[in-house]
């Protein structure tokens, strides 16, 4: 079992907060919480999971053109 923090848009859609990783379906429990996101405490947690792609070699290759020559 593993806790997860996610948003719930207006429309229904559910945000995880970070990457879930599964082997096959799974069943999930949904707790609204009466308080709304505390949009600077969400990019807190979305740091590390984007970090996961922004830390790779292709994403700096990606954008090694916006990058001085090192001399």
Known sequence: MK???????????VRLMEPVHVTSPRRALVTIL?????????????????AEDWNRAEEDAAWAYLQPAKS
């Open 34 to 50: 009466e308080e709304p996101p505390d949009t600077r405490e969400t990019a807190l947690l979305s740091e590390a999971a984007l």
């Open 3 to 13: 806790t997860v923090e996610a948003v719930i848009e207006p429309t229904g859609e």
